[in-house]
């Protein structure tokens, strides 16, 4: 497989304006973690935690990307596929981290309580460990068949956990304030509407046809997890720290 | 294309500065963020923010330049474009996020008041994203015409966005106390002038001839792009913290 100039220049910016926003929204986290009350902190630090978890990722994609398509003789050639292979093992290992603490990042803002959070996490964390080790090896495989086999096995315990979440985040919304009901709301939808890009990016490469069964799948699908992991991440936890700091400022 | 040994150390030494001046003020102004008072403290938080993000991209277009430019045979000769693309890529992805945050942070420092606040971004931070968005089509090109024609459409939301940056700061103007109102038009003036030189610098490839037509138009344009960086992020972030910490002083 190769890349056109054009296609591998826009994989390129999109892996390098991930690494800024997640870099940068994790050092602006943690150097803004005093404006928040105490018991928001750990919220906070957890959000910066992911971002910079997650840039790590994306320093390595990059390097890698650059690795397996090389440039070609001229400026406008094809980057033709390298001995070296383009390893989405980042992606999976950056997620089966992410995830977890993301899920616990939403829960230590709610302010729920230690037993009901306790319970919540232990029905959340398992669900997004199993979905994630479900969904790679169909990620790898570039076969159809195994590829939505363990796509749908994966989506099972997908479809549980924004199920519990929904309706946690739900009923958590009448012991909120005020003030931060739409936030709130917003992160409702945020978590399905952006979680719900992830599935869809996956099944990219195997809408099959010249377009998505050649480079255009690949781009699409890598276009897809890079402004899902931007917006999820990043965006999901300044959304986060809003949380926290209108919810300090009222406690004080 | 090719550059000349000295050409090549110009567009050099300039990015080298720029990184200097972006990646300390950025550091200053974190070291500094307990000098302002706590409304003020996003604003600060915010300018260092836009000043790592710019000095990253400064990083990566440094390495990039020398990729592109390889070094010749000898010391004095000149260096020849290589297969690797010089990527006007970065400058826009980082457009793209520190325009909106430098808009965030002049507005963040004016103290508006929450409501003000949101609609003036509201209308600004779309109208500058257009504008980036609209101007890239036309930087990556390298003919005449399409980049006249997409200047000129990323020139209307421009003008829009001075337009409403500069009544509303000389609306705000009477608000503020005495001590800050100089800075604040300097800060208006600013504005207008520095954000004026990324059109000109976008211009200078096309001025055609044999300077600006070779070498010429792609170190001016360099030039102009990296030296009003350093002004419009650095230069206007050290205000804006001057800006927060006069009103913290006042209001203490
Ligand atoms: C359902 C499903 C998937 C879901 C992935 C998700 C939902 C990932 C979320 C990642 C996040 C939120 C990262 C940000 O930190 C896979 C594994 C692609 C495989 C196909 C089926
Ligand atoms: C009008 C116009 C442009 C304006 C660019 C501007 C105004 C960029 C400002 C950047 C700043 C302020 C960066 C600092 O953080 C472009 C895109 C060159 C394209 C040609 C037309």
């Known amino acids: 497989p190769s890349l056109s100039a054009g296609n ?5 910016n999109l892996f390098s304006l991930a690494i800024a926003c997640l870099l940068f929204t994790s050092l602006y986290l943690v150097v803004s973690q005093r404006q928040v009350a105490k018991q928001y902190r750990n919220a906070v630090i957890v959000s910066a935690t992911v971002c910079a978890i997650a840039a790590y990722h994306y320093f390595r994609i990059f ?6 398509y090389p440039p070609g003789q001229t400026i406008d050639s094809a980057h033709q596929l390298s001995n070296i292979e383009f390893n989405e093992g980042y992606r999976y290992v950056d997620w089966f981290l992410t995830v977890p603490l993301l899920l616990l990042e939403t829960v230590a803002v709610l302010a729920l309580g230690r037993a009901a959070s306790k319970k919540l996490l232990f029905k959340l964390i398992p669900a997004s460990a199993l979905m994630i080790a479900l969904g790679y090896p169909g990620e790898i495989t570039n076969e159809v068949v195994p590829r939505l086999v363990w796509g749908t096995l994966s989506t099972i315990p997908f ?3 924004l199920y519990v979440l929904f309706v946690e985040l739900s009923k958590s919304l009448e012991r909120q304030p005020e003030e931060v009901k739409h936030t709130i709301k917003m992160l409702r939808i945020a978590l399905v509407g952006l979680w719900g890009v992830y599935p869809i990016a996956y099944l990219f490469p195997i809408l099959g046809g010249d377009f ?12 897809g997890y890079s402004i ?3 917006l999820a991440k990043a965006a999901y ?16």
């Open 237 to 252: 936890g300044l959304a986060i720290y809003k949380v926290a700091r209108v919810k300090s400022r009222l406690e004080d």
């Open 228 to 230: 899902a992991d931007i």
């Open 8 to 12: 591998f220049a826009t994989v390129y």
């Open 159 to 161: 479809l549980y956990l």
């Open 212 to 223: 998505f069964g050649g480079e255009g799948g690949f781009v699409l699908k890598q276009a």
């Open 63 to 68: 390097n890698n990307f650059e690795d397996s």
